[in-house]
């Protein structure tokens, strides 16, 4: 005979308990529905944790992308006690003049204000703007976000207080459609300006508000057309030429900068200095804190289906006594039997888990729709909460289904 | 083995039971022959130990003393697995409750000790279709057993108990749950099956069935009183 046939008897029994246990399945559908749900309750949980892990990595690459490996980034004011209701206006323009002097290394300054709650128009189409910006020359440089079109300030602008900007990508699609918006005037407020840059889109959102949605005047034309305090800017970015020794142009950025600010020995900084360093640990104690919370959270979502399949399979086996003793009278070997209830206990979980998944997903988009979160589909996901459901099938199935091997057939057929 | 050599030989059966401290005897040395193609009846009243003697005699109980030998084979030790080969091949089974899957039709439930041996599953279907005509039930194939009188249940059951084509039936009180008209087209169906060679081990406490058999066995305290 042929070679295939010792094959087909081998995998003849195994398809015939698959078969057993679908239709066991079948017959006890409520049964299963309980189990199902209780373990895609648990492998939801543990998809959204993966994929919101997986989402806080990326985004946090993706920011530290952005925020440039060479560059730091200087706020007014303490961060870590601003709720202390510190000012946070302590960064001058005698500050910035220093920086771009005298501190080695260091060859871009770009100091910023930001005024939020304006609107823009051009011609009929009007549109809120979340927040604009003043900055120097060099703004489009300094956050490594390349112009699409047109050009970044001059000096001259920014010592004239030109009525120019640069345009963020939400707004030039609102206003212009397609077509360009270098060279057009646009309202900023009862402002008007002339667009003379475009910037490329960027597609990080963070708590919200897109970060494209933005434009970019001089800081002059800022300070001086909505009010603002002259004095003082909110924040600075500050480029050195060699990332290697972050470390070193930091701690020579905050000398220099207690210095200028008169700070001696025990006052604390009126400064606060971010690093892309610094913005990794920050995201990554987050993502910590992010794990344990919702691991937790799965684990107890998991365990507890698992304990209701343990106890579905019990009930299970006491229901069908009978029906294991007779099996077991005609033949049945024990082996058989408990491979039948381990299949049936291993099909409902990984019906579970692929249940579990598109749930998991289904809330996943929904938390993506409300930006909170960044879900995408993963196979690191998807073997996850298999190998998980496999293994809560087998560790919670096992014992019932060794005590359904274990049964005597005459006592199971006398118990009915 | 030689066809004049006997299918079951029983030596000194004893089948002892504990409830607490206490031995309880209820097989009190059991011997006794079957020759292939007998029907015999076992028969006594309740407690006597007819239907331990069945369970023994079907390789679902092991004595507590005694050589079984099935086929001239000894079976008193062999381990499970080896015993639940002899009992899907070689035996079959009638329960006085039927015993039927209730969530598979009455065509898988006829397939299912089939399910458990060698037997390809086309060939195992075209048996058990064959064997549910036979019983007068070629219409009922695929009904489910709440779908059907209790005879027709046990004539599913009888199917069942042929698909593997055993040598030795065993049949306890299989008409004990039904009716005397119905009773009569499961021991006619009974007839014809020993008629093709088989051999039945019927048990009743039932002087009109065991009245069918060829030979009686009457069981009393755990002790054979007439052979």
Request: with cysteine; hydrophobic share 45%; net charge neutral.
């Amino acid at each position: 005979m042929t070679a295939a046939l010792p094959l087909l008897e081998t995998l003849r029994m195994p398809w015939r308990l698959l078969r057993m246990a679908v239709e066991a399945l079948w017959a006890y559908k409520l049964r299963s529905a309980f189990v199902v749900c209780g373990i895609a309750l648990g492998i939801a949980s543990l998809t959204i944790i993966v994929a919101a892990v997986d989402g806080a990595e990326r985004k946090a690459l993706e920011i530290v992308k952005f925020f440039g490996p060479d560059t730091a980034f200087v706020l007014g004011g303490d961060f870590r006690s601003r709720a202390v209701g510190q000012r946070t206006l302590t960064l001058t323009w005698d500050d910035a003049r220093a920086i771009r002097q005298s501190l080695p290394g260091a060859y871009l300054v770009v100091p910023m204000r930001a005024k939020s709650g304006l609107t823009l128009h051009y011609l009929d189409n009007q549109e809120d703007l979340p927040i604009a910006v003043g900055a120097t020359a060099g703004y489009a440089e300094v956050w490594n976000w390349p112009l699409v079109e047109g050009r970044d300030f001059s000096d001259e602008d920014v010592t004239r207080g030109a009525k120019v900007c640069l345009i963020g990508d939400t707004p030039a699609r609102n206003l212009f459609g397609d077509a360009s918006p270098v060279g057009r005037t646009i309202f900023v407020g009862r402002l008007p300006v002339q667009v003379i840059g475009r910037l490329s889109y960027r597609g990080l959102s963070g708590g919200g508000g897109s970060i494209d949605d933005r434009i970019i005047l001089p800081i002059s034309t800022l300070t001086q057309r909505f009010n603002l305090d002259r004095r003082y800017f909110r924040a600075l970015r500050v480029k050195f030429r060699d990332p290697e020794n972050m470390a070193a142009n930091v701690a020579g950025l905050r000398s220099l900068l207690r210095h200028e600010h008169k700070l001696v020995d025990g006052d604390k900084d009126d400064f606060s200095i971010l690093t892309a360093d610094e913005i990794l640990k920050f995201l990554s104690m987050f993502k910590g804190g992010l794990v344990i919370f919702l691991g937790v959270t799965a684990l107890v979502a998991i365990v507890v289906g698992g304990f209701v399949l343990a106890n579905l399979f019990y009930l299970s086996v006491s229901e069908r006594r009978s029906e294991i003793g007779l099996k077991k009278a005609l033949g049945a070997k024990s082996r058989a039997i408990l491979l039948q209830f381990l299949v049936e206990a291993v099909l409902l979980t990984l019906l579970g888990a692929l249940l579990g998944m598109a749930l998991g997903m289904a809330m996943g988009q929904l938390l993506a729709r409300l930006g909170l979160l960044e879900i995408l589909f993963s196979w690191k996901v998807f073997f996850m909460s298999v190998a998980a459901a496999v293994a809560i099938g087998l560790l919670f199935g096992l014992k019932p289904a060794r005590q359904a091997a274990a049964l005597d057939p005459i006592e199971a057929l006398r118990g009915l | 083995m030689s066809a004049d050599s006997p299918l079951i030989a029983l030596e000194g059966i004893v089948r002892n039971y504990k409830q607490g401290d206490q031995e309880i005897a209820v097989l009190r040395g059991i011997s006794l022959t079957i020759d292939p193609g007998e029907f015999v009846a076992l028969q006594g009243p309740s407690g006597s130990g007819k239907s331990t003697l069945l369970h023994i005699l079907g390789l679902l109980d092991r004595p507590s003393a005694g050589r079984y030998r099935l086929q001239g084979e000894d079976v008193a030790d062999l381990p499970d697995d080896r015993l639940s080969e002899l009992r899907n091949r070689d035996l079959g089974f009638l329960f006085q409750s039927f015993y039927l899957v209730p969530y598979v039709s009455a065509l898988e439930n006829v397939i299912l000790p089939g399910l458990y041996g060698p037997t390809p599953g086309r060939q195992l279907r075209q048996r058990a279709e064959d064997l549910l005509v036979k019983v007068g039930l070629g219409d009922r194939l695929n009904f489910k057993p709440n779908q059907l009188s209790g005879g027709q249940q046990q004539r599913v059951a009888l199917a069942r108990a042929l698909v593997n084509d055993p040598r030795l039936l065993l049949a306890d009180e299989p008409t004990g749950q039904l009716d005397s008209a119905t009773s009569i087209e499961i021991l006619e169906l009974l007839d014809t099956i020993h008629a093709e060679g088989r051999t039945i081990i019927l048990v009743t406490h039932d002087d009109e069935t065991a009245a069918r058999a060829k030979r009686r066995i009457v069981l009393h305290d755990g002790r054979i009183t007439a052979s």
